[in-house]
């Protein structure tokens, strides 16, 4: 009898690829295994062992599979069943998601680069000959690549070589991932169980009566354990009872002490103000209950609770029930608000059983918490994690929590996959047969709509915690104020006023400007012609700081021209206002104040955005100026003034979300506002303050807008109403792509008749020298939206069957907003 396995390979292939075995193989192999494998001519790749079976493939000879690389499975059969679920519903394949679910620590290929590892030095007796040959090329030349491996080896299969390297830490693999790898020990003291007897502890401290600063240490011990009930660190325990560390060395010396270490997270976990989680106020109660009860109807609920109402409270209450049911957690949150504000507060709860998954952390950090959610382990009970953390190994997930859950960016636009985390979440959920609770004071209409059609359950949560009022909103007509003269720059007198007051009381302030189709340009006063990106159909956006003109979408980047291109003149001004511009204001305005800033700019690095709210909580700063990341669920004490700069340009956004967005948008800014005792203060400057998401704003009034909104989406069929595809195509030649994009449209339209737009050309219509066309399926709700994807499936599979057409990229996008 022959064996094979079908794999997955981390390359967009239409089909899993056949591997030969042998019987042996075929006994210890197991569904989520890593197997290198040869693949085209020379590459070697890691695939995942998808299935094994004994049918020889009939398109081909199957070869033979390199090397198994694991003992034991690294995906279980659930990942392998929702990485299928992924590929199908949005349309690509199973190697697109192997891709994104994998820590790139795992997989190993061709195009891999082996650095010396620069951690430790290597006692080179304990490395085999073929590994010392790699070793010591690696002294002479700072990178090889696996091909290059082979030919030192000179052999094909070298991954093995390379996995002994990497245990015996001799080399590294793409130079960040096993720098950090050593983990952090840190030491801990516990009484010797000899002593825990009740008599065998009265002689102890008997004995210790004449060495007074001992028993001291003894005592306090006791009384930390009694409080805190969490392993006591001896730094701690030294500070406590402020004895040094040579007295608990004693004390471990004469073994009356037992000292025992813990490998901490990466994320350290402060266990000195260990809180016991907080009394529920009686609307948090009252929603809670209410939370459990709609589980018993629905799987997924939607908790909509205004700014500040304390919904992380009622999560936490979720979590624990979760936990004593001896179930994982999921908490699922948009990237940017995963700070250390709210990872603190969870640890304070459940100390280290929160693990954080993040994609600022190396691979290496992935790595690790894979491997503590794969094998059960204490450290990863609950895990915080932005949009990729539904592709860890849970396999006794209880709940999910998925916050700020209108956040756009739980959706992935590129590349494939591109799913949506909250969707897919909710898929995850079902399989484990885990609640799911969305959570948001904005919910998005989508979750809203499913709430009231009955789909999710619903509980509501409207009052602010402490009873503190919901922020006055207040807006501020900037037409009137300029034709008044009654504007500073960007600031209309009201502005200015209310900052001035706020500071004097010794509150903060935030300033928000939205960035986005907002970029300051530089625009030459006399022929008009502003500085245009050469690879990308779009004006330059001037960069102040460095004096710079920047393209935000291939990243060109020239120094700020001195004469205009077009006709010399030197008289060049920038229009537009971003944050920088914002901010160099607001220092002239009010010189003796901090004003600091808060943008893609300023919060690059691993904890660039943490050390700016951190300096915001300490108080260091009295104004920040900031964008959309200001608004992500953040908690600040003091802020009591919120200034939002210009509500206009977000409103004007073309986009059928533009206005849903801009009201979330600034509901959650001006959440921000009065968060403690007093109630906090909003102005937004607009030259349409009769706009009617201004006014729904103003006066809170999410059901307002929610109706609006729908009565829009019902009449020009947008979602949630209808289901949305996306297609587009790219290519350098714009002839060819207008070519094809017609062809692909006609194809549709012979389908789906008037529920195909386009082609059209995207605003911007060329980025990095690729021109784009767009094509939009609409997909009503009595229409199968399977049998829709399979049509388009089939349509594309023609499409590169044309000669002409194979060099163009095509891009299906499932529910693309
Ligand atoms: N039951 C409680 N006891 C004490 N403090 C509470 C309680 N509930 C909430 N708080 C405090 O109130 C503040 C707001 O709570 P939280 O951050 O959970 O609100 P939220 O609903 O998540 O708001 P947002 O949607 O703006 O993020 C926090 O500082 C929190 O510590
Ligand atoms: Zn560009």
Redesign the pocket.
């Known amino acids: 009898m022959q064996y094979f396995i079908d794999v997955i390979i981390p390359i967009p292939l239409k089909k899993l690829f056949t591997y030969g075995i042998t019987a042996s193989e075929a006994e210890f192999l197991k569904a989520g295994m890593r197997v290198a494998v040869p693949f085209g001519k020379s590459k070697i790749y890691t695939g995942i062992v998808f299935s094994i079976h004994n049918d020889a493939p009939t398109a081909y000879e199957a070869k033979d599979i390199q090397q198994i690389l694991d003992e034991t499975p690294i995906v279980n059969a659930k990942q392998l069943q929702l990485w299928q679920w992924i590929a199908n519903y949005y349309m690509c394949t199973l190697g697109d998601v192997m891709r994104a679910a994998l820590p790139s620590g795992f997989i190993l290929e061709s195009e891999t680069v082996i650095t010396k590892s620069n951690s430790i030095t290597i006692d080179e007796s304990v490395l085999k000959d073929d590994e010392f040959l790699v070793y010591e090329a690696l002294q002479h030349q700072s990178s090889l690549k696996i091909h290059d491996i082979s030919n030192i080896l000179d052999k094909k299969n070298v991954l093995p070589v390379i996995k002994r390297l990497i245990e015996k830490e001799a080399i590294s693999v793409e130079e960040e991932v096993y720098e950090k790898y050593k983990p952090k020990l840190v030491r801990y003291v516990k009484l010797n169980a000899n002593f825990s007897s009740e008599t065998a502890l009265r002689q102890l401290l008997d004995d210790l009566s004449r060495a007074p600063k001992q028993k001291q240490v003894v005592m306090t011990l006791f009384s930390v354990s009694a409080t805190t009930k969490k392993p006591v660190k001896v730094s701690d325990l030294s500070n406590e009872s402020d004895a040094s560390s040579s007295i608990i060395k004693t004390l471990i010396d004469k073994g009356i002490f037992e000292e025992y270490h813990i490998q901490t997270d990466r994320v350290q976990y402060s266990g000195e103000d260990n809180e016991d989680t907080?009394?529920?106020?009686t609307y948090?109660e009252t929603a809670l209950i209410e939370v459990k009860e709609s589980f018993k109807t629905h799987n997924v609920s939607l908790l909509h609770?205004?700014?500040?109402?304390?919904?992380?409270?009622v999560y936490v209450k979720l979590i624990e029930d979760a936990l004593s049911a001896g179930k994982q957690v999921l908490y699922l949150l948009p990237e940017i608000a995963l700070t250390t504000q709210l990872v603190t507060?969870l640890q304070n709860y459940f100390g280290e059983q929160v693990a954080v998954f993040h994609s600022k952390y190396s691979t290496h950090e992935r790595v690790e918490v894979w491997n503590n959610v794969l094998n059960h382990s204490a450290k990863a009970k609950i895990v915080l994690g932005a949009r990729s953390s539904i592709f860890l190994p849970f396999d006794n997930l209880g709940l999910i929590v998925v916050d700020e859950e209108h956040e756009q960016s739980f959706k992935q636009f590129d590349p494939a996959p591109r799913y949506h985390a909250r969707d897919t979440a909710i898929v995850l959920a079902y399989m484990h047969e885990a609640k799911i609770l969305l959570g948001?004071?904005t919910p998005s209409l989508e979750s809203y709509f499913n709430a009231k059609q009955n789909k999710y359950g619903f509980v509501e949560l409207m009052h602010r915690?402490?009873d503190v009022l919901m922020p006055d909103i207040e807006l501020v007509d900037i037409k009137d104020k300029l034709k008044k003269k009654l504007m500073k720059g960007h600031f209309s007198d009201r502005l200015i006023g209310e900052m001035t007051e706020t500071l004097q009381e010794g509150h903060q302030i935030i300033l928000f400007q939205n960035r986005r189709g907002f970029s300051p340009i530089v625009e030459c006063n006399t022929c008009g012609v502003s500085p245009q990106c050469s690879n990308c159909d779009v004006s330059l956006t001037y960069h102040q700081y460095r004096h710079q003109l920047r393209c935000h979408y291939c990243g060109y980047v020239e120094a700020m021209l001195k004469k205009c291109k077009a006709c010399g003149s030197s008289e060049i001004d920038s229009k537009g206002f971003g944050t920088e511009q914002i901010e160099a204001e607001v220092k002239l305005l009010f010189p003796d104040y901090n004003v600091a800033r808060m943008d893609l700019d300023t919060t690059r690095g691993k904890y660039g955005y943490e050390k700016i709210i951190t300096a915001l909580e300490q108080q260091e700063i009295d104004i920040l100026v900031g964008t959309q990341m200001l608004t992500k669920?953040l908690?600040f004490r003091n802020v009591k003034l919120v200034g939002i700069m210009n509500a206009d340009n977000m409103l004007n956004f073309p986009d059928f979300r533009a206005h849903e967005r801009s009201f979330q948008l600034m509901l959650?800014v001006a959440?921000r506002a009065g968060?403690t005792e007093e109630r906090g203060k909003v102005l937004i400057q607009t030259y349409n303050p009769y706009h009617n998401i201004l006014q729904q704003v103003s006066t809170n009034n999410y059901v307002d807008m929610f109706n609006e909104q729908m009565n829009d989406r019902y009449n020009f069929k947008y979602p949630p109403v209808y289901k949305q595809i996306k297609i587009t195509l790219k290519h350098k030649d714009y002839n060819r792509v207008e070519t094809a994009s017609i062809w692909f449209a006609k194809s549709l339209r012979q389908l789906f008749a008037d529920f195909v737009l386009g082609p059209e050309s995207p605003p911007v219509a060329r980025i990095r020298n690729q021109f784009h066309k767009n094509i939009l399926v609409k997909i009503p709700k009595n229409q199968s939206l399977s049998k829709t994807k399979e049509a388009i499936a089939k349509i594309n599979n023609s499409f590169f069957s044309i000669k002409d057409f194979r060099s163009v990229k095509v891009i299906l996008n499932v529910d693309n907003f």
Request: net charge positive.
């Open positions: 907080k009394h529920l106020n948090q609770g205004v700014t500040s109402s304390g919904k992380t409270e507060r948001s004071a915690f402490n669920g908690d959650q959440g968060r």
